[in-house]
């Protein structure tokens, strides 16, 4: 199973830009990139999820490098609503076809007022 | 309703007791998953059921029964749990097992087992 590696906590100001990054260098060519969120006392929320081109929705922005051995998450302007645990994760194709999302540690994100 | 919704919140059980867990989705979709959130740790994947057949088993305890009746509920059934399996239960589901696509999970059932 392709692995992420995150920074365990990082902060930013509010209303400022915040980039989470994620390396992921055993990732396959036909692994796509998801971003889940949780925010304390919840369950993760989807935030975003990639190819290989840069994407970008409602909640954030994703940043794959050409190489697609790491990405980052972009929030462009930083709430306090925004601090939470942050997951990259690869879905991993299981045999009965059906994909895991294997959770890691993630990043803590505090938002400073 | 809408989304996934689990019963109940919180739940506070004995060794001995017998216990089920449910979730429902109001999403339409095909795929279902159980997550373990112990204090400290990572979500740890449990089950995945896919068009109501289960698909995935982690190593779960037999302690641990899901049941998947139709494709919107999903039960964890418990029964002699140990003080270990005090943990957040996830439910989550997503639309198409065969795709790498969104999961929505519900808000979770707090256990303690004492």
């Known amino acids: 199973d392709a692995k992420t590696t995150q920074p365990n906590s990082m902060e930013s100001n509010e209303e400022e830009p915040v980039h989470l990054p994620c390396n992921h260098s055993t990732i396959s060519g036909t692994d796509y990139i998801h971003w889940y969120r949780q925010l304390p006392s919840q369950g993760p929320e989807y935030v975003i999820h990639g190819l290989t081109s840069n994407v970008n929705n409602r909640m954030a922005s994703l940043a794959i490098a050409e190489d697609r051995k790491s990405s980052t998450l972009i929030l462009h302007r930083a709430t306090l609503r925004d601090a939470a645990v942050y997951y990259c994760i690869l879905p991993t194709q299981t045999t009965s076809g059906t994909y895991k999302y294997i959770f890691g540690t993630g990043t803590r994100l505090k938002v400073l007022a | ?114």
């Open chain 2, 1 to 114: 309703e809408t989304g996934v919704t689990q019963t109940p919140r919180h739940l506070v059980m004995g060794m001995t007791n017998k216990k089920s867990l449910k979730c429902e989705q109001h999403l339409g979709h095909n795929a279902m998953y159980w997550y373990k959130q112990s204090a400290k740790k990572p979500l740890e994947l449990m089950f995945v059921y896919s068009l109501e057949e289960r698909v995935e088993n982690n190593s779960v305890p037999s302690r641990f029964s899901p049941e998947c009746p139709n494709s919107s509920h999903l039960f964890l059934h418990l029964h002699t749990l140990q003080p270990e399996d005090s943990a957040l239960y996830l439910c989550a589901s997503s639309q198409v097992p065969g795709l790498a696509d969104e999961q929505f999970f519900g808000p979770g059932t707090r256990l303690t087992v004492l």
